[in-house]
């Protein structure tokens, strides 16, 4: 069983920053790469960003380059994702998933993941 768990979401205001932390846990579970995905109020899943440990690279949504971050945390199969000036339409339910299969070049897409966190909420003020 694997489990994968987001800490770090809240409200902040415009053009303030957050960090957001996931670590992937199982007994036999190796990492290939983790991603953060977000979803809004009826809009779809959106792609965040990644980082492969296959090739030590980071991808990341058109929307959010520039100011997000991520990178690989101390401890294994862990991500961070720092979020500076952030917007209003940042806000939703960030959701972390791990890959425990090589994604090769496309770790950016939803569907080389199979385990998601339960997601967590980062709301911005205006």
């Known amino acids: 069983q694997v489990q994968v768990v987001e800490s770090g979401g809240g409200l902040v205001q415009a053009g303030g920053s957050l960090r957001l932390s996931c670590a992937a846990s199982?007994?036999?579970?190796?990492?290939?790469?983790m991603g953060w995905f977000r979803q809004a109020p009826g809009k779809e899943r959106e792609f965040i960003a990644a980082?492969?440990?296959?090739?030590?690279?980071?991808q990341y949504g058109n929307s959010v380059k520039g100011r997000f971050t991520v990178s690989r945390a101390d401890a294994g199969n862990s991500v961070n994702l720092e979020m500076n000036n952030l917007k209003p339409e940042d806000t939703g339910v960030y959701y972390c998933?791990?890959?425990?299969?090589?994604?090769?070049?496309?770790?950016?897409?939803?569907?080389?993941?199979?385990?998601w966190g339960q997601g967590t909420q980062v709301t911005v003020s205006s």
């Open positions: 998933a791990a890959a425990d299969e090589d994604p090769g070049y496309e770790f950016g897409s939803a569907r080389q993941y199979h385990y």
């Open positions: 199982g007994r036999t579970f190796s990492a290939y790469a």
């Open positions: 980082f492969s440990w296959s090739f030590g690279m980071t």
